[in-house]
């Protein structure tokens, strides 16, 4: 069946409600019917059986007095339900502990989703910084983070060629890889080297480095890295230290994945 076949089997209902809770994020905790409206390119009528039906679902809240809508805690239970289907991430904690404490750095495990990456599990450091003290369920760009890149470069042909055709590379700083040529050819040194480091792209200051987590079959499912200021994670020991202990580490996982 092709896929124009099969696409007609979508639910366009299903499709709306879901563009609808992910309007909301840190920038936009609020909206009103028309700015929600504006978005989808409708009138102000189209919407309001989906905000009444997700608020009735408890998924959304609307103030009666600004009467703008915004998210109820019950929307982290789609996300949580997922993540406590995945054995990996907790089988993942304890090696995540010794990589933070091995390196002085915080370790987090990812997968991809999207053009994004979405933490699953995490060990942080006790020294707060804003970029490191993501929390389980944080989405953080994909072309622009060390994870991410891991995660694109081992991809099928097929799949990294489906993900380049709907890419945005958006800027976060100085060194954010914005052109796609110049992303590719990153990614074949990684699919070379077997690791990525993203040396401030997304965050000033920031430097972190991971590497693939692959299951039985050799297919990558989920990346590990070490986040830390440049300052921890410096170039002397980046490659020669850091390097080798992540890698070992993502060794001993890959054996755990099915």
């Given at each position: 069946?092709?896929?124009?076949?099969?696409?007609r089997y979508?639910?366009n209902?299903?499709?709306?409600?879901?563009?609808?809770l992910?309007?909301f994020d840190?920038?936009?905790?609020?909206?009103?019917?028309v700015e929600i409206a504006?978005r989808m390119g409708?009138?102000?009528t189209?919407?309001?059986r989906?905000?009444y039906?997700l608020?009735?679902l408890g998924y959304?809240y609307q103030?009666?007095?600004?009467?703008?809508y915004?998210?109820?805690p019950?929307v982290?239970?789609?996300?949580f339900?997922?993540l406590?289907?995945l054995?990996l991430p907790?089988?993942?904690r304890p090696?995540l502990?010794?990589l933070?404490?091995?390196t002085g750095a915080?370790?987090h495990?990812g997968?991809l989703?999207?053009?994004?990456v979405?933490y699953?599990?995490?060990?942080a450091t006790?020294?707060?910084?804003?970029?490191?003290?993501?929390?389980?369920?944080?989405?953080?760009?994909?072309?622009?983070?060390?994870?991410?890149?891991?995660?694109l470069a081992f991809?099928s042909?097929?799949k990294l060629?489906?993900?380049n055709d709907?890419?945005?590379?958006?800027?976060?700083?100085?060194?954010?890889?914005?052109m796609?040529?110049d992303?590719?050819q990153?990614?074949?040194d990684?699919?070379?080297k077997g690791y990525?480091?993203s040396k401030e792209?997304?965050e000033?200051?920031i430097?972190?480095v991971?590497?693939?987590i692959?299951?039985?079959?050799?297919?990558?499912?989920?990346?590990?890295?070490v986040?830390?200021?440049?300052s921890v994670l410096?170039?002397?020991?980046?490659?020669?230290?850091?390097?080798?202990?992540i890698?070992?580490t993502?060794k001993?996982?890959?054996g755990?994945?099915k």
């Amino acid at each position: 069946m092709s896929k124009t076949e099969k696409d007609r089997y979508l639910s366009n209902s299903l499709i709306r409600g879901l563009e609808i809770l992910k309007m909301f994020d840190a920038s936009t905790p609020t909206l009103s019917l028309v700015e929600i409206a504006s978005r989808m390119g409708v009138s102000r009528t189209v919407p309001f059986r989906f905000l009444y039906t997700l608020q009735h679902l408890g998924y959304l809240y609307q103030d009666e007095i600004t009467k703008r809508y915004q998210l109820t805690p019950k929307v982290m239970d789609l996300g949580f339900a997922y993540l406590n289907t995945l054995q990996l991430p907790d089988l993942a904690r304890p090696y995540l502990e010794k990589l933070r404490d091995q390196t002085g750095a915080s370790a987090h495990m990812g997968i991809l989703d999207g053009h994004e990456v979405v933490y699953v599990a995490r060990a942080a450091t006790s020294t707060s910084f804003s970029t490191l003290n993501v929390m389980i369920g944080s989405r953080l760009p994909a072309h622009a983070t060390s994870m991410g890149k891991v995660l694109l470069a081992f991809l099928s042909k097929e799949k990294l060629q489906s993900w380049n055709d709907t890419v945005n590379l958006p800027s976060f700083t100085s060194q954010t890889k914005t052109m796609l040529l110049d992303l590719k050819q990153e990614l074949e040194d990684i699919r070379r080297k077997g690791y990525a480091i993203s040396k401030e792209e997304f965050e000033i200051g920031i430097c972190s480095v991971a590497v693939p987590i692959f299951d039985r079959d050799g297919q990558i499912i989920a990346a590990i890295n070490v986040a830390a200021p440049t300052s921890v994670l410096n170039p002397d020991i980046l490659e020669s230290q850091i390097v080798p202990v992540i890698c070992e580490t993502a060794k001993s996982l890959s054996g755990y994945a099915k």
